[in-house]
C-alpha cells in the first residue's frame, strides 16, 4: 500500500540530546514538508523540499535540520538548540509544490517529549 | 497574523443534524482551499477541496461554499455522525506552502 511511515510514533528523550525523526514516502511524491503541531494550535510548518537535496526553511525552522538524499526519504534532527521540542511532528508529501491544486498527504506523526 | 482563521475552537452537534464549520482567510491570491480531518495522535487525512473558479463543491455527506468577495469558506457535514467528532483544518495551497487554519474541534453527541 502506497503512504507515509513515521517512526517511531512516541519518542523520549533527555534534554540536550539531538534526535531524528524519519519519515517515508513511497508514493513518489517530489515534496515533502514537516510540521509541529502543539496542543490547541494548528500547523507550523518547519521545511519542507522540492526534490531530493533541496530543502527549504518553514516559519519555525530555528533549532530544526533536515536532509532530502532521496526521494522518498526526509529526516527531521531536532537539535539541543530548539527551546521546547516537546511536541507532536508530522511529515507530509505531495505530488508538486503548493500552488499546482494538490493536496498533501501526512504520516501518523511522532510524538516527541524532552525529559 | 494569521492567513487563515477558524474562529470557533470547538462545535458541539446532534447526531443526524447539519454541522458547519467556518473559515475565513485575508488573501485574495488564495485560490485553492482544502479541508483536513484530524483524529488525536493521527495524521490529518483530506476530505475535500475547492478552487476559486467554483463556489461549491459536493462529496458524499461533505459540501464546502466558497464566498470569495468575503473571503469565507464553509464545510457542511449533513447528517453528522459520532464519527466525524474530530479537528477540522481549513487549508489553503498558495505559492510555494500550505497555509493551515488553528482548527476547530467537532463533537458530534449521539
Known amino acids: 500500500d502506497g503512504g507515509i511511515t513515521q517512526s517511531p510514533k512516541y519518542l523520549f528523550r533527555k534534554e540536550g540530546q539531538n534526535v531524528t525523526l524519519s519519515c517515508e514516502q513511497n508514493?513518489?511524491?517530489?515534496?515533502m514538508y514537516w510540521y509541529r503541531q502543539d496542543p490547541g494550535q494548528g500547523l507550523r510548518l518547519i521545511y519542507y523540499s522540492q526534490i531530493v537535496n533541496d530543502f527549504q526553511k518553514g516559519d519555525i525552522a530555528e533549532g530544526y535540520s533536515v536532509s532530502r538524499e532521496k526521494k522518498e526519504s526526509f529526516p527531521l534532527t531536532v537539535t539541543s538548540a530548539q527551546k521546547n521540542p516537546t511536541a507532536f511532528y508530522l511529515c507530509a508529501s505531495s505530488k508538486g509544490l503548493a500552488g499546482t491544486y494538490n493536496e498533501q498527504f501526512f504520516g501518523p506523526g511522532t510524538r516527541l517529549t524532552v525529559l | 497574523d494569521q492567513q487563515v482563521k477558524q474562529n470557533s475552537p470547538s462545535l458541539s452537534v446532534q447526531e443526524g443534524r447539519i454541522s458547519i464549520l467556518n473559515c475565513d482567510y485575508t488573501n485574495s491570491m488564495f485560490d485553492y482551499f482544502l479541508w483536513y480531518k484530524k483524529y488525536p495522535a493521527e495524521g490529518p487525512t483530506f476530505l475535500i477541496s475547492?478552487?476559486?473558479?467554483?463556489d461549491k463543491n459536493e462529496d458524499g455527506r461533505f459540501t464546502v461554499f466558497l464566498n470569495k468577495s468575503a473571503k469565507h469558506l464553509s464545510l457542511h457535514i449533513v447528517p453528522s455522525q459520532p464519527g466525524d467528532s474530530a479537528v477540522y483544518f481549513c487549508?489553503?495551497?498558495?505559492?510555494?506552502?500550505?497555509?493551515f487554519g488553528p482548527g476547530t474541534r467537532l463533537s458530534v453527541l449521539p
Open positions: 487549508a489553503t495551497n498558495y505559492g510555494q506552502n500550505f497555509v
Open positions: 508514493l513518489n511524491h517530489d515534496a
Open positions: 475547492i478552487s476559486s473558479i467554483k
